[in-house]
């Protein structure tokens, strides 16, 4: 499936919006954005999950986002994890700060899985793959990967 055409811009001197995942967690949330062009998804940071509209506020601030792309964790017949109350009530103060930033939700199924195979691929040792912020970033990635259609 080809990717839709990106906007015009207005004003050609004017940044390119980036396209930012969040893998939510209730004690950290993973980040990940995508480069000005939107073609290279990169782990952005791992943001204790009370501080996280607080970094979020900073860094639209600094840096123009089209969306913002928030993984939905699902059990395995498609029901919504304990999570999703929560989320749902992050993506309200969101909404609140940001109500010109549309946000798209994304199946997160297995994320942490693939995640977790690509630091053993990536060859970090043991320890450093233990460092669930590490995880927690590559899943982001793989959330906005799989938003992109970079997945099949």
Request: some cysteine; glycine content about 4%; hydrophobic content about 35%.
């Amino acid at each position: 499936m080809p990717r839709p055409r990106r906007k015009i811009r207005s004003n050609p001197h004017s940044p390119l919006p980036r396209i930012l995942a969040l893998d939510y967690g209730s004690k950290r949330t993973g980040l990940a954005v995508t480069d000005p062009l939107q073609i290279i998804c990169s782990p952005l940071e791992t943001v204790e999950t009370p501080k996280l509209l607080d970094y979020l506020t900073a860094y639209c601030r600094a840096e123009p986002v089209e969306k913002i792309v928030v993984g939905q964790p699902v059990h395995a017949d498609g029901t919504p994890t304990y999570l999703e109350e929560e989320i749902q009530r992050f993506l309200k103060s969101f909404a609140q700060v940001f109500p010109d930033i549309p946000v798209a939700r994304q199946d997160e199924t297995l994320t942490s899985k693939r995640a977790a195979k690509i630091l053993v691929q990536s060859g970090l040792p043991k320890k450093k793959r233990q460092q669930k912020e590490r995880l927690d970033k590559i899943s982001a990635v793989l959330i906005l990967e799989d938003h992109l259609g970079w997945h099949p």
